[in-house]
């Protein structure tokens, strides 16, 4: 069984671009999960989609968006970049959301390192 | 106060040491987790945890839901059980993740 991916690897862009990452769950996982993992501020919750919904929303700028696909694998994109958005994004995937079946299991991707140069 | 608060924040020791890392939170929550990262990135779980103890090989983890603590253990440590280890709480209302700073732990052959 794969794992979670998430594409690209690496990526460095300048300030003013946006970007987009991808994140495709493990096969029958439902709710996906990002986090941004900065070495100030540690790792925090951006949000989480279940079923092409938002669940919950992360204290992040509007800047951040995301959205998931029919298929469970969703995006995540980052407008107007600024150099303080230059983290390691992680994605999560797990069964289901935790209020259809309570503390589901979380698997997570090797994620994303973004640099805003 | 941060929420989840992990104590060493870093820890050295020789293989074959007993390691403990400790997990203390001020929130309420329906289960705690513990997660390896390796430099590169990819958070690894070890364990999800709502209430006393799950082993797994050489690792044990705890909690104590009254006292709001968790611990970590690591018995016969090894240097590839060098990472960076985790708490994260899930709360008991919004089911977000509240990450703890982690616990860079390094084993010396």
């Known amino acids: 069984k794969a794992g979670v991916t998430q594409t690209p690897r690496y990526l460095i862009k300048t300030r003013g671009q946006q970007v987009t990452l991808s994140c495709s769950p493990i096969?029958?996982?439902?709710?996906v999960s990002w986090y941004q993992q900065t070495p100030g501020q540690g790792l925090q919750f951006l949000f989480e989609y279940f079923s092409e919904t938002q669940r919950n929303k992360g204290n992040f700028p509007g800047r951040f968006s995301g959205r998931q696909f029919s298929n469970s694998r969703s995006e995540m994109n980052v407008s107007t970049l600024e150099l303080g958005d230059s983290a390691l994004y992680l994605c999560?995937?797990?069964?289901?959301?935790?209020?259809?079946?309570?503390?589901?299991?979380?698997?997570f991707g090797q994620g994303t390192r973004l640099t805003v140069v | 106060k941060n929420e989840v608060e992990q104590s060493p924040q870093n820890l050295t020791a020789q293989e074959g040491e007993f390691i403990t890392i400790n997990c203390s939170y001020s929130v309420g929550i329906s289960a705690l987790h513990w997660l390896q990262q390796h430099p590169g990135g990819g958070i690894v779980s070890l364990f999800m945890l709502s209430s006393g103890k799950k082993k797994h090989g050489r690792l044990i983890a705890t909690i104590n839901i009254q006292e709001k603590h968790s611990s970590l253990h690591i018995t016969a440590s090894h240097p590839r059980d060098s990472a960076v280890y985790i708490c994260a709480v899930k709360g008991d209302s919004n089911y977000q993740l509240i990450w703890g700073a982690g616990t860079k732990l390094i084993i010396k052959p």
């Open positions: 999560a995937s797990s069964l289901a959301w935790d209020r259809v079946v309570r503390n589901t299991e979380a698997f």
């Open positions: 096969s029958g996982h439902r709710s």
